[in-house]
């Protein structure tokens, strides 16, 4: 599914390099989780995978399905299955949440030659998602993002996940400002879709999520690269003990 | 002696003389009407403003006026589609009202009536030295439409009020007297389809407690000229909404003069300009609290493509009577090209101590921010842009809270993005 090889990237406008050599390879249908200290390069990685352009790719290579991504804007990324949950969904004032999730389906049914959703079926799978979520139909004629809790950006992003059915989900710190309430609800919505064939790369700080969305593999980010990698007792031993040994036994 | 020689005239400054006194005979009026055309037109011959004249520092009139087209009463225009449905339409063809529908608790009288009687003699005076449209149209106008709406009248349905051009010059006038505890929703429409010189001057008394949405859409095509005034004096406790948008047009001057005379008058304005090619399109507003606990609030939105130019000058003048006065004004604009610009002036004056004013301009590309948002979610780039830039303007129309009147409104700027973004 995902596989990325001696990856080094640097921050477009000041040149500083970020990641350093990264490895990773995630199956079909795996969870792989990344942890790392802060700084280490877990959102950067996310941003990277998504497209961004503050971040310029100078060595390595991304392969998604056997193929490389790293000519292709952020739309035609999301379009071949890549989707990225955000850590801080952006308020966009003045796009409805339901006009946006219409327009996106949309544009990526375009791209796969398939054809545009009718609105009765829209409405349907919208709210059918929304249920799942505990999502109020009413706040989907808000602004996207504008004026929601912390807890009510993610569910707005898992919704917009499930809608989009995409292959690879990136999670970028999905568990940040959630009390436990939220976080079990997103986490379930996560644990919904997955499948076989659809793989999750889920970043995180904390143990605690990972109590929730149970991950296949978990690997460690320090420096910009990926210096342990184990089962889920890895993000258990991190926990307890810290990064220090890990790092240290890097060094 | 004097050392002040006149500078040449313009061509568009010959002509307009000229074509006083080619039409002078032709343009209908009694004595007192004929007079104040004189004086008009002796304004005219002082010359066009230039960028010296401070409120035309931004719009060089002088300069920007190249060519005046001779009127041409041959030419023919035809009326629009209503912008809403279940609209009472009042057209005003090449400068001819054409006919006089009823409506219900409104006198609609044609201006060129009140021009024969002279019972507009008296509004067609022009005191502000600055003031060059006011003169204009005095000295060419034809005709227009008269509304007054009774005392108490909540109008059924909107009335549309239509200066359409087909070439050549229009110059029309809108007086409206509102009575008090009225109610109404009038468009005005500014629109054609040739390259003509157009002015339009309205004048609003709005009554005691009436309430009143005012849309004036302005959609000229690429190479007419469109100098607009709307006046307004607020009574007691009224309210005015002013929407004004501006999509076309090669030089367009829309200004907004507005007098909060009455205690607990509201006036709000909200102002969309989407400027495209060379325009220039220069909104002026100069709003008075001239009573205590008056309220306004103002919000222009612009896109700027192309290279076109823009202005918004809005000055508030708070009188030292009007204590406890609330003015908030806002310029916002999105410069979607390198060679477009938009220059904004605020201005406050007050004179009174205890009130809250505050103003604010920006000019910002698009949020790279968002527009990773958007494609990350799998939106095309361009597609992402229009999204974008639709949100920044509908947000203005949005706040209209009258569903019809914001579908119709967004349409229109759907068409101008599917041709212009």
């Known amino acids: 599914m995902l596989e990325i090889r001696n990856l080094h990237a640097r921050i477009a406008e000041t040149g500083t390099e970020i990641i350093r050599g990264l490895d990773l390879t995630v199956k079909n249908g795996e969870v792989a989780a990344i942890m790392g200290p802060n700084g280490s390069g877990k959102s950067t990685l996310s941003y990277i995978l998504a497209g961004r352009e503050d971040y310029e790719v100078t060595e390595g290579e991304i392969l998604f399905d056997g193929q490389s991504i790293l000519d292709m804007d952020p739309a035609e990324r999301a379009a071949s299955g890549i989707f990225l949950a955000f850590q801080y969904p952006l308020e966009i004032p003045g796009v409805a949440t339901m006009e946006f999730l219409k327009v996106a389906l949309n544009a990526q049914r375009r791209a796969r030659g398939e054809p545009e959703l009718k609105i009765p079926d829209l409405l349907k799978k919208v709210r059918e998602a929304a249920g799942r979520l505990n999502m109020d139909m009413a706040m989907l004629k808000r602004p ?32 940040s400002g959630l009390d436990i309430d939220a976080l079990k609800v997103v986490a379930d919505g996560v644990n919904a879709l997955r499948s076989p064939d659809r793989s999750m790369v889920v970043i995180t700080h904390y143990q605690r999520l990972l109590d929730y969305i149970v991950p296949d593999t978990v690997h460690v980010l320090y420096q910009g690269r990926v210096i342990k990698s184990g089962d889920k007792s890895l993000a258990l031993d991190l926990e307890q003990n810290g990064y220090a040994d890990i790092i240290g036994e890097a060094a | 002696m004097n050392m002040h020689a006149q500078p040449q005239r313009t061509h568009a400054e010959t002509a307009l003389i000229d074509a006083f006194v080619e039409r002078f ?129 909540a109008v059924d349905g909107p009335i549309e009020l239509q200066n359409v051009q087909a070439g050549g010059q229009a110059h029309v006038r809108f007086p409206v007297r509102i009575g008090a505890g009225a109610k109404a929703t009038i468009v005005e429409r500014q629109s054609g389809n040739g390259d003509a010189l157009v002015s339009s001057v309205s004048h609003l ?89 008056t309220t306004s609030s103002e919000i222009i939105r612009n896109v700027v493509t192309g290279r076109a130019r823009g202005v918004f000058q809005g000055q508030i003048r708070v009188d030292r009577l009007a204590q406890k006065t609330d003015a908030k004004m806002a310029c916002n604009t999105l410069l979607l090209s390198d060679d477009g610009e938009f220059s904004a002036k605020p201005e406050l004056e007050i004179f009174a101590d205890d009130v809250a004013c505050g103003h604010g301009a920006t000019v910002t590309e698009i949020d790279r921010n968002h527009l990773f948002y958007l494609m990350a979610r799998g939106v095309p780039e361009k597609e ?35 041709t212009n973004v």
Not at chain 2, 403 to 412: C, D, G, Q, S, T
Request: charged residues 25%; contains cysteine.
């Open chain 1, 144 to 175: 996207l993002n504008v004026g929601f809790s912390g807890g009510e950006k993610k569910r707005a992003e898992i919704l917009q996940m499930s809608l989009l059915e995409p292959k690879l989900c990136v999670l970028d710190e999905t568990d």
């Open chain 2, 25 to 153: 005979s032709y343009l209908p009026g009694n004595e007192a009407v004929i007079r104040r055309r004189d004086d008009a037109v002796e304004r005219l011959k002082a010359g066009l403003p230039t960028r010296r004249v401070e409120a035309w520092h931004y719009t060089d009139l002088r300069r920007l006026l190249s060519t005046v087209p001779m009127h041409d009463p041959a030419v023919g225009a035809k009326p629009l589609p209503a912008l809403l449905q279940g609209s009472t339409v009042l057209p005003v063809l090449n400068g001819v009202a054409a006919h006089a529908p009823r409506i219900d608790g409104v006198t609609v009288t044609r201006l060129e009536q009140k021009l024969m009687d002279g019972s507009v003699a008296q509004a067609m005076a022009c005191d502000d030295a600055a003031d060059v449209i006011a003169p204009l149209n005095a000295a060419f106008v034809t005709d227009g439409w008269f509304l007054d709406i009774g005392e108490g009248v």
């Open chain 2, 205 to 293: 008394t709005v009554g005691e407690g009436a309430e009143i949405v005012w849309i004036l859409l302005q959609e000229q095509p690429v190479g007419a000229t469109q100098l607009g005034q709307f006046n307004a004096v607020l009574g007691k406790d009224a309210k005015l909404t002013l929407f004004v948008m501006n999509t076309g047009g090669k030089l367009v001057r829309q200004e907004i003069k507005v007098d909060a005379a009455g205690e607990g008058a509201v006036f709000n304005l909200r102002g969309v300009n989407l400027l495209t090619g060379d325009s220039h399109t220069d909104v002026t507003m100069v709003l008075d609290h001239s009573a205590p606990n």
């Open chain 2, 384 to 418: 992402a842009r229009g999204l974008l830039v639709k949100a920044f303007v509908a947000e203005v129309i949005e706040g209209l809270e009258d569903e019809p009147l914001i579908a119709a409104l967004e349409a229109k700027l759907e068409a101008w993005f599917a």
